[in-house]
């Protein structure tokens, strides 16, 4: 098995390709030991000194860590992904993807604001999340309210010097091209 690695905007954080489908839908974020007790990988991530989060996309790992160095962490990290895919053992738990996608919690935004916020989770899901997804991480829509867009950010994207740049400059404009009733983004 080879497992590639790419480097993501966010230095503590490295995305990992082990040539396999990680989720077969969804994504899952974990951003502590205790959240990875729904995926026997995650727990087996954590396990690893310096790790700090994991994140699964379709056919990828983003790991981030401390203030440890990649050179000491990639190896322990790459070993540690071969052994679970060959093992054989599940990426999730039974009933966790569930969980995973009620992380995010409710959606809200107003009645009447149905149309706007179709249009918003449309232009995510084909124009963002493609391109965030790339960089190792995800963007969520959380919620519509007063012009205001909050999203959720994932992975590599959570905590990312460049993260308000892309949110205040990239998604902020796009949206705000297409739909003239957005004024601003914000992470929640």
């Known amino acids: ?11 503590s954080t490295l995305k990992f390709l082990p040539g396999k489908v990680v989720m077969d839908e969804g994504t899952a974020d974990f951003r502590n030991p ?6 026997p990988l995650a727990t087996r ?4 000194p310096g790790v700090t989060g994991v994140f699964f996309g379709y056919d990828f790992i983003t790991v981030s860590k401390d ?4 050179q000491h962490l990639k190896p322990a990290i790459l070993g540690t992904i071969m052994e679970h895919f060959m093992s ?3 990426v999730m738990g039974a009933g966790a993807q569930a969980a995973a996608d009620l992380a995010d919690g409710e959606e809200f935004f107003d009645d009447g604001d149905e149309t706007i916020v179709e249009t918003i989770k449309e232009l995510l ?5 493609p391109a965030v997804a790339q960089d190792g991480g995800d963007i969520t829509f959380r919620g519509f309210r007063d012009g205001t867009v909050f999203l959720n950010m994932k992975g590599s994207c959570a905590g990312c010097p460049s993260s308000t740049a892309t949110l205040k400059h990239g998604v902020q404009n796009l949206l705000r091209h297409f739909v003239p009733e957005v004024r ?4 929640v």
């Open 184 to 187: 601003e983004v914000e992470a």
């Open 125 to 129: 899901e084909t124009r963002v999340r």
């Open 45 to 48: 991530l954590f396990a690893v």
């Open 88 to 90: 054989g053992a599940p």
């Open 67 to 70: 203030g440890a160095e990649w």
């Open 34 to 39: 205790n959240d990875a007790v729904a995926s």
């Open 1 to 11: 098995m080879f497992i590639q690695t790419e480097a993501t905007p966010n230095p």
